[in-house]
């Protein structure tokens, strides 16, 4: 059984990594903010993860059970963004033919 | 030590059985929810790219101090259920699992008022989308998204917070009630769970709903 | 006939009362047998397939004309959103799962219940709840969104009660995920000694395929629809384009969930079609491993494909193409398990029982099913073909004549076990024929038409379409003879049907080895597994024996 201690350390390293980020939050990082919060956070999940929710004890199914949840999520975000991430980005090959006025002509209905 | 009506629950033959099939049930729920919450969070990074002035803008609007000293309460409350789920497992005086229920309660409860406070301050403020929605310095459109973004995840965070704190609620009855110690602490420790979960949820909600735009 | 050795010992014969033995509507309503759960699901989902089918057959008479002569357009749309609703929500998705699945996973395993029946129980009174509010949905003046429910017509312009047919949806998907949560858990915890993963029959590796989809992919549309409705309630969203929304999130979102829901609508069947095949071939199944990692990597293959379901929406030309990769991807499994269900039935000596006859069709449709998908899944095919009959015709022939044909096959084969009574052999084939040409006829047309560039989703079409779509209805009309004669024959054999007795197709499975229909705990005795799962042995074999 985990000692009382081990807990309250964990909860003590949540508390300061609490003040980091919202200190952190507030030095101009420019798009670095977005990161260091994001991997703040990683860091509290994973000490929440292993050590609240006893992933560190856990048995190798138990493990790919919670590997999965998250797994499955970042397949749904990076197959998504691979389509709102590369829309509008223009086709040489057919942009060069479209007419540049929009007023008469319009593209045939698909 | 064992209560004689301490038995597993049919179909189960031994507590270590009933113990592990019920941690892998609840980590193949806590799955589920974890995309459950997905799409709103991927909602979020789309219009993040497609607005990010307006969500900068719209973030700095939120309050950053409740919100931290809500994010405190939570981790400090995952704290306090760790240690009645230990005091379950050790078969321990349900005094002292009702002890620990009972400050994570509180803490929950006032994670809930802060919440509310939180939420009418917004409101008066006209943030809250709709026909009123007005914020000075953005695009209202971009904006309202974001605050769109804002009611809909932590209310459905703080739907999760309620029924948590409902369970518990119940829990602290079972605590003083059972007398099947082992069969409680097996359910202590899935309630544990969900709770960490509601925590972990939040540790991903705060940096993206309050900290945006901080540093301009 | 050929020798076979069950996967462990036969159950002595059973002296106590079966689990049909109390009658009282209690009984049946607080129950948290598993076998009692399935029969619940299999009367429920009946109903709904008969109301899904009323549906249909309207929509049929009315194509039998290029003219609108039945129905406005308005009801056209409602039924065909909800024949679309009924089958996809509420038959095709708890068909093969809840009621087989139910009924047998822990027979298979050698358990007494699923891991956890009382929310076993819980997840069919959320099924008929969430059904109950969607056919109030239909009642109170419909839906005309399609089952898809694209934004942001269905969240901002249609009329109809969208909100209370999403929820419907949303609270019958908590039933579907509480089932795949307790088959998962029941497969890791409960087999019976001696009983390692690779002994397991195909039928248990499909199901808990599907339920790895059940619990990762049913939340997403969970919380899709409840944006849904938010959005329509409001008026405020994230799926609105007039207000800075993006209505192809929505459809991320939504196919996200739905492509693979096919595969919820067809992993089962093909575990339901291994057990037939080596049965009725009297043959282990040719490679068993490779078909049982085949429907994991189905099940996990089929989340990365979504999009090729928006390959003419505003999707970008790069997404299309992973998409379209990836697609091509899922035939290999799928391929890998028609083949191997060939090699199997390829020199074994052949029993044609009625199942036999349905898992063939299935063979059949599916093939073709599978392999115009992958018309679908190429770019600039799918350009010319979206939104036609073809895909019409293409999901049909998977979900219809891949999983209804699979559904019916599973139960004549379970129907000994399940009741204890033989149905009769006859009309039984009969059906499957019916059903089988009644299909082809309803559908195969409907490729021509799709290709002929006839859109689906009216019932008004140009003339020339009219001796197609008059061959359609005409095997619509076929279809609904087969569907109907096994409701006949099977309740007969209720009453009249001969004595099963514990194993009639000498099949191997642990439920093969308890009384028909089994006692409430499943097993008398303890089942301790001793063999290989598909023991038979053909007829040569068995003379040099």
Same mark, same amino acid.
């Given at each position: ?8 350390l ?87 033919q479209? !007419? ?6 319009? !593209?045939?209905? !698909? | 030590?064992s ?70 309460l ?143 | ?23 009282? $509507? ?12 399935g ?49 996809? /929500? ?11 699945? #139910?009924?047998?996973l ?7 219940d ?5 929310? #076993? ?25 399609? /089952? ?13 009660? $969208? ?17 795949g ?14 009983l ?7 039928f ?36 609105n ?16 969930? &739905?492509?693979?829901? $096919? ?62 990769l990836? &697609? ?28 036999l ?33 073809f ?23 379970? /129907?000994p ?7 009769p052999? /006859? ?21 021509i ?13 140009a ?8 061959? &359609? ?29 514990? #194993?009639?197709?000498?099949?191997t ?37």
């Open positions: 059984m985990t000692p009382v201690r081990h807990y309250a964990v909860c003590g390293a949540l508390l300061v990594l609490l003040l980091l980020t919202v200190g952190a939050a507030y030095v101009n990082l420019g798009p670095f903010n977005v990161a260091a919060a994001m991997l703040i956070s990683l860091m509290k999940a994973a000490l929440i993860l292993l050590f609240f929710m006893h992933v560190r004890q856990a048995g190798p199914v138990l493990r790919l059970f919670v590997f999965i949840g998250f797994f499955w999520l970042a397949l749904l975000i990076s197959l998504s963004l691979s389509d709102f991430l590369t829309r509008g980005v223009p086709d040489k090959s057919t942009a060069d479209r !007419p540049s006025t929009s007023g008469e002509t319009k !593209p045939p209905a !698909p | 030590m209560h004689p009506s301490d038995s597993t629950a049919p179909p189960f033959t031994s507590f270590s059985q009933q113990r592990e099939a019920a941690t892998l049930g609840m980590w193949g729920f806590l799955g589920m929810e974890v995309l459950f919450f997905g799409p709103m969070f991927l909602g979020y990074i789309v219009f993040r790219i497609n607005f990010p002035d307006a969500f900068m803008t719209a973030s700095r609007h939120t309050l950053i101090l409740a919100g931290g000293v809500n994010t405190a939570l981790l400090i409350s995952s704290f306090t259920m760790a240690l009645a789920v230990r005091s379950a497992n050790l078969l321990e005086d349900s005094a002292k699992v009702v002890r620990s229920l009972l400050v994570t309660l509180l803490l929950g409860g006032a994670f809930v008022g802060i919440k509310c406070f939180e939420y009418s301050h917004e409101i008066h403020e006209g943030l809250l989308p709709g026909a009123s929605f007005h914020l000075d310095g953005a695009d209202p459109q971009q904006a309202q998204m974001f605050f769109y973004l804002y009611f809909l995840m932590t209310g459905m965070h703080l739907l999760h917070v309620i029924i948590g704190l409902g369970l518990i609620a119940v829990f602290i009855l079972r605590a003083k009630l059972t007398v099947r110690k082992e069969r409680f602490s097996i359910a202590m420790e899935q309630l544990g769970l969900y709770w960490h979960f509601v925590d972990l949820v939040w540790v991903f909600l705060f940096p993206l709903i309050y900290l945006g735009g901080r540093a301009a | 006939m050929s020798i076979s050795t069950p996967q462990a010992e036969m159950q002595p014969p059973l002296e106590g009362p079966d689990y049909l033995h109390e009658h009282s $509507v209690r009984s049946w309503l607080l129950t948290t047998d598993h076998k009692r759960i029969i619940l699901y299999l009367v429920s989902i009946t109903l709904f397939f008969l109301i899904g089918g009323v549906a249909v057959t309207m929509m049929r008479m009315e194509l039998l004309t290029p003219q609108g002569d039945l129905f406005a357009s308005s009801t056209y749309n409602k039924l065909f959103t909800m024949h679309g609703v009924i089958m996809v /929500w509420f038959f095709l998705i708890p068909s093969v799962p809840s009621v087989l699945g #139910n009924f047998l822990p027979m298979m395993l050698g358990a007494r699923v891991a956890f029946p009382r929310l #076993n129980l819980l997840s069919w009174y959320l099924f008929m709840a969430g059904a109950a509010l969607a056919l109030w949905a239909i009642i109170h003046g419909g839906v005309d969104t399609g /089952w898809t429910f694209y934004t942001p017509y269905s969240s901002t312009y249609a009329n109809g009660h $969208v909100i209370a047919m999403v929820m419907g949806v949303f609270i019958a998907g908590f039933g579907s995920i509480i089932t949560l307790n088959f998962i858990v029941t497969t890791h915890k409960l087999r019976a000694p001696g390692i993963w690779f002994r397991l029959p195909l248990v590796w499909s199901l808990y395929a599907t339920s790895i989809i059940l619990v990762l992919a049913t939340p997403v549309l969970a919380i899709t629809l409840v944006l849904v409705a938010l959005e329509r309630a409001f008026g405020i969203g994230i799926f384009p007039a207000i800075g929304g993006d209505p192809l999130l929505f459809q991320h979102l939504f196919w996200f969930y &739905s492509h693979p829901a $096919v595969y919820i609508m067809i992993l089962p069947g093909m575990g339901v079609t291994s057990e037939i095949i080596a049965c009725f071939a009297r043959k282990q199944v040719f490679g068993y491993r490779i078909v049982a990692y085949a429907s994991i990597a189905i099940a996990v293959l089929g989340f990365l494909v979504w999009g090729h379901h928006m390959f003419v929406s505003s999707q970008s030309i790069y997404a299309g193409m992973i998409f379209s990836l &697609s091509f991807l899922v035939s290999i499994p799928s391929a890998i398990k028609v083949f191997n269900w060939t090699a199997t039935l390829y020199r074994g000596s052949i029993w044609f029982q009625t199942p006859l349905y898992a063939l069709g299935f063979l059949g449709l599916f093939t073709i099913g599978g392999l115009t998908g992958l018309f679908l899944a190429a770019l600039a095919v799918d350009v010319h073909l979206t939104d036609t009959y895909v019409v015709a293409h999901f049909h022939y998977i979900m219809v004549g891949g999983m209804v044909m699979a559904y019916l096959g599973g139960l004549h084969f379970w /129907w076990k399940i009741t204890g009574k033989l149905y052999e /006859w009309p039984a084939k009969l059906s499957a024929l019916f059903i089988f040409g009644g299909f082809n006829l309803t559908f195969f047309p409907q490729f038409l799709g290709y002929l560039g006839m859109p689906r989703r009216y019932h008004i079409y003339p020339e379409f009219q001796t197609l779509n008059v061959l &359609s209805s005409a095997g619509a009309s076929i279809l609904a003879v087969g569907y109907l004669l096994p409701l006949v024959y099977l309740l007969w054999s209720l009453r009249y049907g001969r004595d099963a007795g514990p #194993n009639p197709w000498q099949a499975g642990l439920e093969w080895t308890t009384a028909s229909p089994p006692p409430e705990e499943n097993f008398t005795i303890a089942p301790v597994v001793t063999e290989d799962p598909y023991n038979y042995h053909p007829t040569e074999e068995a003379a040099d024996a």
